[in-house]
């Protein structure tokens, strides 16, 4: 039936149908007490799914499986960084779960409390996370890239009872100590946890804290046989914190709901990968980002897969891994980011096809725009559908793609597809609110209220925030804004046209550039600084960096300017950590602003990438931006 897809949206989102179409979803997951309320928006923004059911996201991701598939793998942790592979079944996830659960509760850990977890890529990571939803604990997991300055104000945010982490993660080869930075962040930080539980992985000394720092396998050994029971939550009951760039400095706890979560990820593993029970997810993503919360763990095992948990580089020890691991477990399902594709398309296309890639039914690609010459290379190297989708940490799974297990559809290179079912997508006039019909017409993507489920709640402990970032940033109108700008073609699909805030996308990252300028600020030498994304062909945007000394003589020479930028480069990395590392600093004698001193940050992204900076006839010293076009030879 040629409706078929564009059917099933209207009823998702029509107020008339809505309530059915989500009940009929809800039947995907295990009920405590089954809801009879399916959407409460009597509060807006603010929604409420499911209101009255309870349940408990780990049962739905784990203990539900035993019946049928106890033996069946449920999580294949690979490192490549300590050549290491072992593969749990759903009865092993269980039992160190439960061994996790156990020892948390231990340390007071009970239903409402939160649990920083700030880990690498290894299992111990996954049985915390589900072990906090078995007791009905809020996680809040913080990349293990970020250094201790973003640590701390994630502690003082969240001010969780325990934190579990381990004495370091790897990269390439070259190991990064956890403990240390950890140790600095609680030294910074007002909130002090109870207990700091650690694995340790033998890569790096750690020193310990008496009273406060445990190891995770003397506690484990002594809880070996623990029956830890799922606690049953309402709803509407926090599952997780993850934290987000704003465009002010202070990041942004997106609280997440544990009912709607269950449900719209139970309903996406159909709906959009046409995934089964048995099949094998491989997402190569962190666990530290909402992608890695989604598609590494909760989904793939809500709906029964087993999935991949992987340690180390695309291209370690060759660019082939990836495509080991499609053979080796016959992988179904591949989830990964742009970034990683273009790294991959530098090397030899030998190592694709010395594989049986036969398995493989589809490659997602999310995090950032997918450019069309990308998306062509590994197209025609894998010979599956490549399915681009778009979404963000706020929103928790895909708001645009193509949802081809209800309809299938053909895939747009540079698109992501169309509106996802539960998200009614407006293009707006950010100027006038009013909504664009019309095709090509580009605007603010913006969502309707209520927000499907899975999305989030709200901003934790700051619910006006919530309200004003997002509801209240298109005149007129009380309506989410995506801060990005689109276009819809004739056939309904979108294309993402970048940012209308100062958020930079960097290698699938989302960045607040307001955070790394006051990072870079607190230099003594620097006296102003701006921060702007521009275009960059493997990370999709890299960060750069425009600063005005104290002292101009301290930049005279490229010696000194060489020495300078390697000093801020590292003031970044030791307080934000390398992912918002900017790829430049450029020391300029002043920054381009208009007469009434607003810094014209689109003219100074225009000029780094080359193009036209447009209208400036607001601006005070036009030498300034001469400068910076001089420096960048444009």
């Known amino acids: 039936m040629k409706s078929g897809f564009a059917e099933f949206h209207q009823r998702s989102i029509d107020p008339q149908t809505r309530d059915a179409f989500w009940q009929q979803q809800m039947s995907l997951v295990d009920w405590v007490k089954e809801?009879?309320?399916?959407?409460?928006?009597?509060?807006p923004p603010f929604v409420q799914w499911f209101a009255d059911g309870q349940l408990n996201l780990c049962h739905n991701a784990v203990d539900r499986h035993l019946k049928d598939r106890a033996d069946q793998p449920a999580l294949i942790a690979v490192s490549t960084e300590t050549n290491t592979e072992k593969t749990y079944t759903y009865r092993d996830l269980h039992a160190e779960v439960q061994r996790m659960a156990a020892v948390l509760q231990s340390f007071g850990v009970e239903k409402g409390d939160r649990v920083q977890i700030y880990m690498p890529m290894i299992a111990e990571a996954v049985f915390a996370m589900l072990a906090c939803a078995r007791l009905g604990a809020i996680h809040c997991v913080v990349f293990g890239g970020f250094a201790s300055v973003s640590l701390a104000s994630r502690i003082d945010d969240a001010k969780p009872k325990v934190i579990v982490s381990a004495d370091a993660g790897s990269r390439g080869g070259r190991v990064l100590a956890y403990k240390p930075?950890?140790?600095?962040?609680?030294?910074?930080?007002?909130?002090?946890?109870?207990?700091v539980l650690?694995?340790?992985?033998?890569l790096a000394a750690m020193?310990?804290?008496?009273?406060?720092?445990?190891?995770?396998?003397?506690?484990?050994?002594?809880?070996?046989?623990?029956?830890?029971?799922?606690v049953t939550v309402k709803s509407t009951d926090p599952s997780y914190i993850l934290y987000t760039s704003g465009t002010t400095g202070k990041p942004k706890g997106v609280q997440r709901d544990t009912g709607g979560y269950t449900v719209a990820l139970a309903a996406s593993m159909p709906h959009i990968f046409n995934a089964k029970a048995g099949q094998t997810f491989f997402c190569t993503s962190d666990i530290g980002w909402v992608v890695g919360h989604s598609y590494i763990i909760y989904a793939p095992l809500i709906a029964g897969m087993a999935t991949i948990l992987y340690e180390g580089l695309p291209i370690r020890?060759?660019?082939?891994?990836?495509?080991?691991?499609?053979?080796?477990?016959?992988?179904?399902?591949?989830?990964?980011a742009p970034t990683a594709v273009?790294?991959?398309?530098?090397?030899?296309?030998?190592?694709?096809?010395?594989?049986?890639?036969?398995?493989?039914?589809?490659?997602?690609?999310?995090?950032?725009?997918?450019?069309?010459?990308?998306?062509?290379?590994?197209?025609?190297?894998?010979?599956?559908?490549?399915?681009?989708?778009y979404w963000q940490t706020e929103t928790g799974w895909p708001i645009m793609t193509l949802c081809n297990g209800v309809e299938p559809q053909v895939s747009k290179f540079g698109s992501p597809g169309k509106a996802v079912y539960g998200y009614n997508v407006k293009l707006i006039d950010d100027k006038t609110g009013e909504e664009l019909r019309e095709p090509n017409q580009k605007g603010v993507l913006a969502i309707e209220g209520p927000l499907p489920p899975g999305c989030m709640q709200t901003i934790w402990g700051d619910d006006e925030r919530f309200v004003k970032t997002y509801w209240q940033s298109i005149p007129g109108k009380l309506i989410y804004s995506t801060f990005d700008w689109g276009i819809r073609d004739e056939q309904g699909y979108h294309f993402i046209l970048g940012r209308t805030d100062d958020v930079i996308n960097v290698a699938g990252h989302r960045l607040g550039t307001r955070e790394i300028e006051e990072s870079i600020s607190a230099h003594p030498e620097v006296a102003e600084v701006a921060v702007v994304g521009v275009?960059?062909?493997?990370?999709?945007?890299?960060?750069?960096?425009?600063?005005?000394?104290?002292d101009a003589s301290k930049v005279a020479d490229a010696q000194q300017q060489a020495q300078m930028e390697a000093e801020v480069m590292r003031l970044v990395d030791s307080q934000l950590?390398?992912?918002?590392?900017?790829?430049?600093?450029?020391?300029?004698?002043?920054?381009?602003?208009t007469r009434s001193g607003k810094l014209l940050r689109r003219a100074l992204q225009a000029v780094a990438e080359h193009r036209d900076p447009g209208d400036l006839t607001t601006m005070e010293d036009p030498n300034a931006l001469a400068q910076v076009k001089e420096l960048l030879g444009s």
């Open 35 to 43: 809801p009879e309320k399916i959407c409460d928006y009597s509060n």
């Open 181 to 195: 930075l950890l140790d600095e962040a609680l030294q910074l930080s007002t909130h002090k946890p109870q207990a």
């Open 198 to 202: 650690l694995a340790n992985r033998g």
């Open 207 to 230: 020193d310990l804290r008496a009273g406060r720092d445990h190891l995770w396998t003397d506690l484990r050994a002594k809880v070996m046989d623990a029956q830890v029971p799922c």
């Open 317 to 336: 020890p060759d660019a082939g891994i990836w495509w080991s691991l499609v053979e080796k477990y016959r992988i179904t399902h591949m989830f990964s």
């Open 342 to 389: 273009r790294v991959l398309k530098k090397h030899d296309p030998a190592f694709l096809r010395q594989y049986d890639l036969s398995s493989l039914q589809a490659l997602w690609l999310a995090g950032e725009p997918l450019d069309e010459p990308t998306a062509q290379w590994i197209s025609d190297a894998l010979q599956v559908p490549i399915i681009d989708n």
């Open 535 to 550: 275009a960059d062909s493997l990370k999709g945007q890299a960060a750069m960096a425009f600063a005005v000394m104290r």
């Open 577 to 593: 950590g390398a992912v918002a590392r900017p790829s430049r600093v450029l020391f300029v004698t002043a920054l381009p602003k």
